[in-house]
């Protein structure tokens, strides 16, 4: 009797009431059938492999006992149970599995008594399991109809607990398990090694470029963060799960400041060197009073985030002041590192995280910066390319223009040294002709003179010795100076014109130089004259000659029109026998000359010959080319 009162006693206890009861879950359909997520489970502080019956505490899933809380010392050995109970025939028919997150470390899981999965080998084992992921397959075999008992043993050196825990449909929870390990260990494990791969790189770059310092900061913080992230995706303790956890713990500090002292030398802040030296000289104490005594790992993480939002500060201020696209992006990545440090606090916390996701933000947050500087840096790159080709073009574009100088320069000395041996060779004729045949002549004129020659042969020599002066004049450089090789031929022709008793006026008006007016078209010009002034001489009768040039347009044309006018005898321009035979040569030379001669005389009296020479012969000879 007493024993049947004891067992009714113990039945209607409360804590047995609780040991029976099926645990509180949230249930969402699924194509593949309903999931069901355990808000709370029944826990207990045990060690060995036996399922206690006594001391189970119901309380919130996850159920996790934090160093810091319990003043456990990291390397002794602490195991926690969870239980949860749930209705087979709730799940539907097909394979179940079980998924769970945050179990730390080392754990086994045991459905009603039987064990379907641990994973570690040896008791040995330094497992990180507190951030990972699990997919446990339920055995048909294991369950049964109606209510069946989970039981998950954690053992762990450091911080222990039972994490999230989903039981449902194996292909539904299959995929949320995939999904889950790529956000919390494949995308984690990339992103960090790509951080890694790119603080490799930022050495190299400033090994060539010393002067940008920010390039080392950048480095070294991508180093820090590579440690501190480690723990995120590793599967086992590398060394010493407490220097391990140190290592992690103070790297997040140093890491901030080293991403800090990046941005602030990227951005030039002034007094930037002390600020930098005195954050990482603060770190320092802080790390020997955590180590000493034990305190919570809050003691870094809040400084750390009093500088990531000094950072954020930062950025706000530059973006006020550039907003180019370098600063923009940089400044956006610094701002939100703070909130996701905030995101991940509420997470850790046992809030929800975005689409019920457990994986955490600030893994990504080095490389994400690493790859927006490199944005930066590499847009810095190309402009300086682009201007280093723009210069290069420049250059390119400045040499041939020398070289054309060159060719230009050397075209203009070959031909000052062809124009100084004509030159040369001129005076050397001129030389030969004055003293040669011009003394020969001047010699023959005077002995024909002396002995009395018939005038006939006086006149002939007299002639030539003027044909050889002109020749002679033809040869001088006149520099295109039409009045000075008129002018000299006045002078020529001075004696000639005084022994016949004709008068010379000269008439003058502004001319500019002829740029094409060579010797040999110099000569032209003085053969046309002297056969005006010889008409003159020998068939006008005049006493009054004017010789003279003055510029005149001729068809829009500018250009020159010399003259020699007289007043002797003219001549009708309708007679065929009009005299001057030697018209018809001068008109030719005026035509090689590309100019127009006009001979205008009457049986009244007076002749004016002009000969009118273009400054650009060009479109005159155009136009000759057209009629």
Not at 92 to 104: I, K, M, V
Not at 162 to 167: A, K, M, N, S, T
């Amino acid at each position: 009797m007493r024993l049947v009162l004891l067992i009714l006693l113990l039945l209607l206890t409360p804590g047995a009431v609780r040991a029976q009861a099926l645990n509180t879950f949230t249930s969402s359909p699924a194509e593949g059938g309903p999931v069901i997520e355990f808000k709370d489970g029944d826990f207990v502080l045990a060690a060995g492999l036996d399922v206690p019956d006594r001391g189970w505490v119901r309380a919130p899933s996850p159920h996790i006992y934090r160093m810091f809380e319990t003043r456990w010392r990291t390397g002794d050995y602490h195991t926690v149970q969870g239980r949860f109970r749930f209705d087979r025939g709730a799940l539907g028919a097909d394979p179940l599995a079980l998924y769970t997150a945050s179990t730390r470390n080392q754990f086994i899981v045991f459905v009603n008594g039987a064990e379907v999965f641990r994973n570690f080998a040896r008791v040995s084992d330094q497992k990180l399991a507190w951030y990972r992921p699990f997919l446990v397959p339920l055995p048909e075999g294991a369950l049964k109809p109606g209510v069946n008992e989970i039981v998950i043993r954690a053992v762990s050196q450091e911080s222990v607990g039972v994490g999230r825990v989903i039981v449902g449909p194996n292909a539904v929870v299959q995929d949320f398990y995939q999904a889950q390990y790529f956000w919390q260990i494949t995308a984690p494990m990339a992103a960090n090694a790509a951080m890694l791969a790119l603080g490799g790189l930022a050495v190299l770059l400033w090994m060539g470029r010393r002067r940008e310092v920010e390039l080392l900061w950048l480095a070294l913080a991508a180093g820090l963060w590579f440690l501190r992230n480690y723990q995120y995706f590793a599967e086992v303790t590398p060394f010493d799960l407490a220097l391990f956890n140190a290592l992690t713990v103070y790297a997040t500090y140093f890491a901030t400041v080293a991403t800090t002292a990046f941005y602030a030398t990227f951005l030039k802040m002034p007094h930037r060197e002390p600020v930098i030296a005195a954050l990482f000289a603060l770190g320092l104490p802080i790390m020997a009073i955590h180590a000493t005594f034990s305190l919570s790992n809050l003691i870094l993480y809040v400084p750390a985030t009093l500088i990531g939002l000094g950072g954020a500060l930062l950025g706000l201020l530059d973006l006020r002041r550039d907003r180019t696209t370098g600063h923009v992006l940089l400044a956006l990545v610094v701002l939100l590192m703070p909130f996701a440090g905030v995101y991940d606090f509420l997470l850790a916390g046992g809030g929800d995280g975005w689409n019920t996701n457990d994986a955490y933000l600030t893994v990504f947050s080095g490389c994400i910066y690493c790859v927006a500087f490199l944005i930066v840096f590499g847009k810095r790159a190309l402009d300086a390319f682009a201007g280093l080709e723009a210069a290069n073009a420049t250059l390119e574009q400045r040499i041939a223009e020398t070289r054309a100088e060159l060719a230009a320069s050397e075209a203009s000395r070959r031909d000052l040294v062809v124009a100084g041996a004509i030159a040369s060779e001129r005076e050397r004729l001129m030389r030969e002709m004055h003293d040669g045949i011009g003394s020969n002549l001047i010699t023959a004129l005077a002995v024909a003179r002396q002995q009395k020659q018939p005038d006939s042969t006086i006149k002939t020599l007299s002639r030539a010795l003027a044909d050889l002066k002109i020749t002679v004049d033809s040869l001088e450089p006149v520099e295109g100076d039409l009045v000075a090789l008129i002018g000299n031929l006045r002078h020529r022709m001075a004696g000639d014109l005084r022994d016949a008793g004709i008068a010379c006026r000269w008439e003058v008006g502004r001319c500019g130089p002829l740029p094409w007016l060579d010797a040999t078209n110099a000569l032209h010009v003085l053969r046309i004259f002297q056969e005006a002034i010889g008409n003159v001489l020998s068939h006008s009768g005049a006493t009054e000659m004017r010789i003279g040039c003055g510029e005149e347009m001729r068809d829009g044309i500018p250009g020159i029109a010399a003259h020699v006018a007289d007043n002797g005898r003219g001549f009708d321009d309708a007679r065929a026998d009009r005299p001057g035979k030697g018209l018809g040569n001068i008109a030719a030379r005026a035509r090689a000359l590309h100019g127009v001669l006009d001979c205008r005389s009457s049986a009244e009296g007076g002749t004016l010959v002009t000969l009118w020479l273009p400054y650009d012969r060009a479109p005159v000879a155009r136009d000759q080319e057209a009629g």
